[in-house]
């Protein structure tokens, strides 16, 4: 009976141990990610307005939203794990934050808890900003839309236009999200491109988002 019994417990060890490495994995792996950008113009100019960081006004040009961990079967990992935040001074120009409600900081540590823990397994935190940094670098989107003549200037353009300039200048394709201004106008806001497991190169996206758009949508001057 006590030796029935010491079995018993030894397997229910085991089994206990193998559930905490498949949670462990399922919360550390991932397939690719998406790096999103966004216009600042189209942040602004929403009911609920924005606030420009102590460092200014930043530069006219796409801003980092975020480096999010996908899977493949379209669903992601989240808060998997907290570590303290290493600042980078080339983030204050490239992933900068317009919320009223929090300052950069504040956005760069939750940027990292809910996304960057979750490719922990490959890079680390330094790695996972210094990645986002230098895709957006190495793919200007402003510099690509307006060799297409796309322009921020507050006029309309198809999102197909906008979708084919950016694959055209990248060579991967890209989807456009947008949101709407005071007057209830569709705006570019954000443009979504994929990025391998590593974060070094960009892919064809294996899931690609679902559009919010209207047809044409303005391209807001900031």
């Known amino acids: 009976m006590v030796k029935s019994s010491w079995f018993i417990l030894v397997e229910l060890l085991l089994l206990l141990q ?13 397939d690719f990610f998406y790096l999103v950008q966004q216009w600042p113009g189209s942040f ?10 102590t460092t200014g006004k930043p530069a006219t040009n796409f801003t980092i939203h975020g480096l999010w961990p996908n899977y493949s079967n379209g669903s992601y990992p989240y808060g998997c794990n907290r570590i303290a935040l290493m600042m980078e001074p080339r983030m204050e ?11 950069e900081t504040t956005f ?3 940027e990292w808890d809910k996304h960057g823990t979750c490719s922990e397994s490959v890079l680390d935190q330094h790695s996972y900003f210094e990645a986002a940094l230098n895709i957006k670098d190495k793919v200007n989107l402003l510099q690509i839309l307006e060799a297409a003549g796309i322009h ?41 491109l994929c990025v391998d497991a590593s974060g070094k190169d960009l892919i064809e996206c294996p899931v690609i988002p679902t559009k919010k758009c209207n047809p044409s949508i303005q391209f807001p001057i900031f």
């Open 93 to 103: 120009v490239s992933w900068v934050s317009l919320s009223c409600k929090n300052n």
């Open 152 to 192: 921020p200037d507050d006029k309309f353009y198809k999102v197909d236009d906008i979708e084919e300039a950016i694959k055209a200048g990248s060579g991967y394709t890209a989807t456009v999200q947008c949101n709407s201004d005071l007057s209830g106008n569709a705006q570019l806001f954000e443009v979504y």
């Open 18 to 30: 193998c559930l905490s490495h498949f949670s462990i994995s399922q919360g550390q792996g991932y």
């Open 44 to 53: 602004c100019d929403t009911k609920f307005s924005c606030c420009y960081p």
């Open 108 to 110: 760069w540590t939750h």
